[in-house]
């Protein structure tokens, strides 16, 4: 059980496009195996490879949200159809103690390779819709504060920031 340092903004692999999946092998699944670990201790319910430093097209995300069990792993994922529209608030690994209101769809479908190779599609709605919409936005260079108004995402990050700057003076 390996548990990874969970990359935090401004770190530059968060803001990238991770590049996709070409090959399923055992250093894949190791990668898989240590996100899980980590998603489960941060404690989370998603987490993308970018968040670990790792640019690749990789997501986990606890379908149970938050009962633990075997997390949904997509590889490659990509949004085929969305629907509805849901305003709720969002956190973020990536972004500890920041919080706020993102607009997002109520119901996506989503494309993905599942680590055995095989293609798939899965239907997500309301929280599990959150969800996957944030873990591929972050496979795509977007934070969920990229989401938001202009002046509320400045805000949040200058506060954000500050509050990291204080922290490493203590």
């Keep these: 059980m390996a548990w990874l340092h969970i990359c935090t903004y401004p770190d530059t692999v968060l803001m990238k496009k991770a590049e996709e ?3 399923i092998n055992q250093t894949l699944d190791k990668l898989i195996q240590d996100m899980a670990d980590t998603m489960y ?4 319910i998603g987490l993308a490879a970018p968040q670990v430093g790792v640019s690749s097209r990789l997501v986990v995300i606890d379908r149970s949200l938050g009962k633990r069990r075997a997390p949904l792993v997509m590889i490659n994922p990509r949004i085929i159809s969305m629907d509805g529209e849901s305003l709720e608030e969002e956190g973020c690994l990536s972004l500890p103690d920041a919080y706020g209101q993102v607009k997002r769809a109520k119901m996506v479908e989503v494309e993905f390779i599942d680590p055995k190779g095989k293609q798939m599609r899965i239907i997500g709605e309301d929280l599990l819709a959150r969800v996957f919409q944030h873990e591929i936005d972050h496979l795509n260079g977007i934070l969920f504060i990229d989401r938001m108004g202009r002046l509320r995402r400045d805000f949040l990050k200058m506060r954000y920031l500050k509050r990291i700057k204080k922290q490493k003076k203590s």
Excluded: E, K
Aim: net charge neutral; glycine share 14%; charged share 30%.
């Design 21 to 23: 999946v070409r090959d």
């Design 41 to 44: 201790s941060a404690p989370g």
